[in-house]
């Protein structure tokens, strides 16, 4: 708000295509939110099943691998998925979950 316009003021209401395209790009973003959350969730399937853990010591897996190779953790999931269908990881995420795995986990 700029300093000639109180905070409680009124905003004009959007025409309908503005109205629309609003809608259009919310339900796109929730879209995206849940394929995001669909993989990350089948990526810490894969590490509970590979490493035989909880589902919260997963969680701090893959953050914690996502964050030591500065890949987003979208990248890091949808990698762990396609490693459990191909066999094939890409180095730094190996090493890095490699590195993770060998080390006590905080229980």
């Known amino acids: 708000m700029g300093p000639d316009r109180p905070a409680h003021a009124v905003q004009a209401p959007q025409t ?28 810490l399937g894969v590490i ?10 997963a969680w701090d897996i893959v953050r914690e ?7 987003k953790l979208r990248r890091v999931a949808e990698s762990l998925v396609a490693w459990a269908r191909s066999g094939e990881l ?14 006590p986990l905080d229980r």
Request: some cysteine; overall charge negative.
């Open 90 to 103: 890409p180095t730094p995420i190996r090493d890095a979950l490699t590195a993770r795995l060998n080390r």
């Open 16 to 43: 309908p295509d503005a109205t629309i395209d609003q809608l259009e790009a919310e339900v796109m973003q929730l879209r995206r939110a849940v394929d995001s959350h669909a993989v990350i969730d089948q990526a």
């Open 48 to 57: 509970v099943t590979v490493a035989r853990v909880t589902p919260d010591e």
């Open 65 to 71: 691998t996502s964050m030591c190779t500065n890949i």
